[in-house]
């Protein structure tokens, strides 16, 4: 779609060449990204001494699989603003490379519309999550089991708003790129 990790670095647009709404956006989604893998280390640190004291001491440390579980989510949505604007997101390729090579202006078409189709989604996924978030902000909610073991769920929440609403930013950036043509296809 965009640059490919084998392409040259000089290939790559400068940071500078890019702008400043761009850089700074590309910065914070950066280091939501960095945020997100410091979770996913501090979680296999947690799991794994849950699973030493479940196994060698009989006492697990409580509250580990729900959070684990909701942190996938989370970990996902830190990540994927950053994956979506350094063109790493997970697609098949072996057709859009035999249309780029072919025909590049269907190509430049079909990424501005599958861009589109990114933002729309996320955006959609960010706007159901809004109201969402406010209740779970304003009651209190909570998952686990109370009295043994509670955490509230708008940090949770909060994070799937932000990711979705950064991914619908990126990927509608990304469309602008390619209807302009300033954002540059894979090469064939």
Known sequence: MVIEPSQEPEDDPAPEDRGPV??????????????????????????????????????????????AGRSVVAIVFLQITAAIMSGRMTRADFL?????????LIMRIMSVLFSLAGALVFAAIAYATWPDFIASWRRGEFFGVPGVWTIPTYPFRGVILVGASGAALAYLGLAIGHLLGATREVRP
């Open 96 to 104: 859009t490379r035999i249309i780029a090579r072919r025909a590049p």
């Open 22 to 67: 761009v850089r700074g956006f590309s910065v914070l989604a950066h280091i939501l990204a960095a945020i997100g893998t410091i979770w996913i280390l501090v979680l296999m640190f947690v799991i794994v001494a849950d699973v030493l004291g479940r196994n060698f001491f009989d006492s697990p440390i409580t509250g580990v699989a729900e959070v």
